[in-house]
T-cell receptor
């Protein structure tokens, strides 16, 4: 069964450094997302991406964050200058369609995540 | 707003039935989804209700009442492997918002 893959599985970085988290969504999926989860807490939406542009972003997704789909398979999240509070598990997800529309459901498929630790 | 509410923890014994409730703020026509997450793992899709009523998938069932902005996940014949966190989720705009999660502990 096709799956979303994320690399690396763990990333340790120093405060102020740039990190790039990588994701390969499922090949026939059109919608891509980044979520993060601080240990033991809820899954928080960061950004959604469709047709090579951001569809929606949360308040968390400030100017320090950016996303890119540099080729036909990869989807990346960049944090320009990491802060201690950016330490979390970052999940990439993809869906075939835009989630839900009047009864049709296209669920999110999540990767296994990248655990980012900022020291 | 875009908030969903769930109980933080539920504990039950093997073989029992447990219900995890979710209430949400109403916006749009969207239904309610449920995801399971084991410790250290990724959320995985369990169930979706587009319309009012009960959807059954094996040991798991999910219910939705749109007029009450309320849904629940029902887990029957609990097994140890069902110990996990369960999240309700709903689409708002172009993103999915997740509830805070309910941690289910299944005891022998």
């Amino acid at each position: 069964e096709p799956e979303v893959t994320q690399t690396p599985s763990h990333q340790v970085t120093q405060m102020g450094q740039e990190v790039i988290l990588r994701c390969v969504p499922i090949s026939n999926h059109l919608y891509f997302y980044w979520y993060r989860q601080i240990l033991g807490q809820k899954v928080e939406f960061l950004v959604s991406f469709y047709n090579n542009e951001i569809s929606e972003k949360s308040e968390i997704f400030d100017d320090q964050f950016s996303v890119e789909r540099p080729d036909g398979s990869n989807f990346t999240l960049k944090i320009r200058s990491t802060k201690l509070e950016d330490s979390a598990m970052y999940f990439c997800a993809s869906s075939e369609a835009g989630g839900e529309y009047r009864g049709y459901n296209s669920p999110l498929h999540f990767g296994n995540g990248t655990r980012l630790t900022v020291t | 707003g875009q908030s969903l509410e769930q109980p933080s923890e539920v504990t039950a014994v093997e073989g029992a039935i447990v219900q995890i409730n979710c209430t949400y703020q109403t916006s749009g026509f969207y239904g309610l989804s449920w995801y399971q997450q084991h410790d250290g793992g990724a959320p995985t899709f369990l169930s979706y209700n587009a319309l009012d009523g009960l959807e059954e998938t094996g040991r798991f069932s999910s219910f939705l009442s749109r007029s009450d902005s309320y849904g629940y996940l029902l887990l029957q014949e609990l097994q140890m492997k069902d110990s996990a966190s369960y999240f309700c989720a709903r689409k708002y705009g172009q993103n999915f918002v997740f509830g805070p999660g309910t941690r289910l502990s299944v005891l022998p």
